[in-house]
């Protein structure tokens, strides 16, 4: 009766190891999925050659510095995906601890990566004063052809007037340029350049931003799956020893 027992609960335990394991496996290829799409949407974001030329113009290069460290977290993700399906299907304990400390990396550099990201893209974030002090620059020396050139492009393209409103070309004693009117109406944008781009920026970091975070979940459930795959294993190695 006693052997009777002991079979039982090793056949039950060898059935939880592996509905872990494939639970494992399933979650793992979803964190892959989501690490190639952060790396593709995260590189993408970096050298679109458009918006590539605007950060260089207003010296916003501070907005790339998440973009980085969530490119660092994809590639992390996606290889530790590939380690974790193999250090649980071999049973590897030493493996699966390995893999709970490169989850615990992942997590704290996707959450990393999506703070430093929101930091320098939200609005009444740090990338505000940056931003106001390029456009400040460009109206004080419009009257050189090479500044003229880019804020008729940043005002064009996205449809503002100064770095806080065509106030600050009163201030200056400038001109207000053509640009900073509406086709339609002749009437001059209402919001300055400022926070034009910071909600463009912020329409753009936003999708990265949450994929991060979904990662960061992730992270957590797969740290605990492979602690609850250490103990079962360690227990069946009991059961096995005493058998």
Same mark, same amino acid.
């Given at each position: 009766?006693?052997?009777?027992?002991?079979? $039982?609960?090793?056949?039950?335990?060898?059935?939880?190891?592996?509905?872990?394991?494939?639970?494992?496996?399933?979650?793992?290829?979803?964190?892959?999925?989501?690490?190639?799409?952060?790396?593709?949407?995260? @590189?993408?974001?970096?050298?679109?050659?458009?918006?590539?030329?605007? %950060?260089?113009?207003?010296?916003?290069?501070?907005?790339?510095?998440?973009?980085?460290?969530?490119?660092?977290?994809? /590639?992390?993700?996606?290889?530790?995906?590939?380690?974790?399906?193999?250090?649980?299907?071999?049973?590897? /304990?030493?493996?699966?601890?390995?893999?709970?400390?490169?989850?615990?990396?992942?997590?704290?550099?996707?959450?990393?990566?999506?703070? /430093?990201?929101?930091?320098?893209?939200?609005?009444?974030?740090?990338?505000?004063?940056?931003?106001?002090?390029?456009? $400040?620059?460009?109206?004080?020396?419009?009257?050189?052809?090479?500044?003229? %050139?880019?804020?008729?492009?940043?005002?064009?393209?996205?449809?503002?007037?100064?770095?806080?409103?065509?106030?600050?070309?009163?201030?200056?004693?400038?001109?207000?340029?053509?640009?900073?009117?509406?086709?339609? $109406?002749?009437?001059?944008?209402?919001?300055?350049? /400022?926070?034009?781009?910071?909600?463009?920026?912020?329409?753009?970091?936003?999708?990265?931003?949450?994929?991060?975070?979904? @990662?960061?979940?992730?992270? %957590?459930?797969?740290? %605990?799956?492979?602690?609850?795959?250490?103990?079962?294993?360690?227990?069946?190695?009991?059961? $096995?020893?005493?058998?």
């Amino acid at each position: 009766m006693a052997g009777t027992g002991r079979g $039982t609960g090793a056949a039950q335990l060898e059935q939880k190891i592996g509905c872990i394991k494939y639970l494992i496996f399933c979650f793992n290829a979803v964190s892959w999925i989501f690490g190639a799409s952060l790396f593709g949407l995260s @590189l993408w974001m970096r050298l679109e050659p458009g918006f590539e030329e605007w %950060v260089g113009f207003l010296g916003m290069w501070q907005f790339y510095i998440g973009i980085y460290i969530l490119i660092a977290a994809s /590639v992390i993700v996606m290889i530790i995906s590939f380690v974790g399906c193999g250090a649980a299907l071999m049973e590897l /304990v030493v493996g699966l601890y390995a893999y709970i400390g490169l989850q615990i990396l992942s997590f704290v550099c996707g959450l990393a990566g999506a703070a /430093v990201l929101l930091d320098y893209s939200t609005y009444d974030s740090s990338i505000q004063p940056i931003i106001s002090t390029a456009m $400040t620059n460009l109206i004080s020396n419009s009257q050189y052809e090479g500044a003229a %050139v880019i804020l008729r492009m940043v005002q064009e393209n996205i449809g503002c007037c100064g770095a806080n409103g065509p106030m600050d070309y009163l201030t200056m004693l400038k001109p207000l340029p053509t640009e900073c009117r509406d086709t339609v $109406t002749g009437n001059a944008f209402f919001h300055g350049c /400022v926070d034009e781009l910071t909600w463009f920026l912020e329409a753009r970091s936003g999708w990265i931003a949450g994929l991060a975070l979904s @990662l960061c979940m992730l992270h %957590v459930v797969l740290a %605990v799956l492979a602690l609850i795959l250490i103990q079962a294993i360690k227990k069946e190695e009991e059961i $096995t020893y005493k058998q």
